[in-house]
T-cell receptor, first 114, second 110 residues
Framework: SAVISQKPSRDICQRGTSLTIQCQVD?????MFWYRQQPGQSLTLIAT?????????ESGFVIDKFPISRPNLTFSTLTVSNMSPEDSSIYLC???????????FGEGSRLTVL | RKEVEQDPGPFNVPEGATVAFNCTYS??????FFWYRQDCRKEPKLLMS???SGNEDGRFTAQLNRASQYISLLIRDSKLSDSATYLC???????????FGQGTTLQVKP
């Protein structure tokens, strides 16, 4: 298993601002992912963070709104840009999959936009 | 139709009860199946993988029916500590793109 640290664990932000979430893994991993969990909902994949190239975004998510960096095999950032209250959510970094398909998740970053 | 569907519950059961959760998935090419557990305000954590032959881990039994595209989780002798949301998860092509069901909430009461 991997130890995944996310920062910040929570934040309250004003509408129109941007917030960058960091994800640090204690070992080199090939695949890193960013998920979103809106209040009362399940998890939705935002994008795959690719090392050395642009992130791969899922339908409904765009780079301008959620720019992602992946400078090396242990670190990634997700920025939530020009935030609105609809962006209030938990954002989770994950790594994997293992050979059985399991993903490990960070503790999440709880974002509230006022 | 959602890719992974679960009954959201909540399921309220007394301690010691047996409870079963069901899940259906729409993509017949799905390769890996899991049950994750998510406690309130925590990240999801793997409870168990689900194998075609069915598998058991203590009080937990998971079953997969590929023909019906159906997954189940059975919890026997429920404990208070089993109270959580149980997420049915499917991995298509063994990529990192896990597809999550909406989760089933279990509340075990004394």
């Amino acid at each position: 298993s991997a130890v995944i640290s996310q920062k910040p664990s929570r934040d309250i932000c004003q509408r129109g601002t941007s917030l960058t979430i960091q994800c640090q893994v204690d070992s080199q991993v090939t695949m890193m992912f960013w998920y979103r969990q809106q209040p009362g909902q399940s998890l939705t994949l935002i994008a795959t963070a690719n090392q050395g190239s642009e992130a791969t975004y899922e339908s409904g998510f765009v780079i301008d709104k959620f720019p992602i960096s992946r400078p090396n095999l242990t670190f990634s950032t997700l920025t939530v840009s020009n935030m609105s209250p609809e962006d209030s959510s938990i954002y989770l970094c994950s790594v994997g999959p293992t050979n059985t398909g399991e993903l490990f998740f960070g503790e999440g970053s709880r974002l509230t936009v006022l | 139709r959602k890719e992974v569907e679960q009954d959201p519950g909540p399921f309220n059961v007394p301690e010691g009860a047996t409870v079963a959760f069901n899940c259906t998935y729409s993509n017949s090419a799905s390769q890996s199946f899991f049950w994750y557990r998510q406690d309130c305000r925590k990240e999801p954590k793997l409870l168990m993988s689900v194998y075609s032959s069915g598998n058991e881990d203590g009080r937990f039994t998971a079953q997969l029916n590929r023909a019906s595209q159906y997954i189940s989780l059975l919890i026997r002798d429920s404990k208070l500590s089993d109270s959580a949301t149980y997420l049915c998860v499917v991995n298509w092509r063994n990529t990192g793109k896990l597809i999550f069901g909406q989760g089933t909430t279990l509340q075990v009461k004394p």
